[in-house]
């Protein structure tokens, strides 16, 4: 029997799986987990401002394209998808965190 099963989502097959197959774990693949990500960021993450402090008397007031953001944010997916052990595991989700939070808020 399958250890595991990789669907796209489709509810029916994910449920026949864990009714026929119990023993069996449904996963979403890889290109599906990553088309949701980029779609939630660009539904997201609208264009943002980035306040850039020259000075304390000025400010400069800086445009964070998109496109940009959801490169950013893929790039920091795929090396949580592609990690190896446990340990690199742990640690790129934090760095995915942290680039997510660096990416959206002004700062």
Do not use: W
């Not at 304390?56 to 394209?65: D, F, N, P, R, S």
């Amino acid at each position: 029997m399958p250890k595991v099963i990789v669907t796209d989502k489709d509810t029916t097959l994910m449920n026949v799986v864990t009714t026929v197959l119990p023993e069996t774990s449904a996963i979403l693949c890889y290109f599906h987990v990553g088309r949701n990500v980029r779609v939630k960021c660009i539904t997201y993450y609208k264009v943002k401002l980035k306040v850039v402090k020259v000075d304390e008397k000025e400010m400069v007031v800086k445009e964070v394209k998109t496109s940009d953001i959801v490169d950013a944010i893929m790039r920091a997916c795929d090396d949580v998808v592609e990690s190896s052990t446990q340990d690199s595991y742990a640690s790129v989700v934090m760095q995915f965190r942290d680039a997510c939070k660096k990416k959206f808020k002004v700062s």
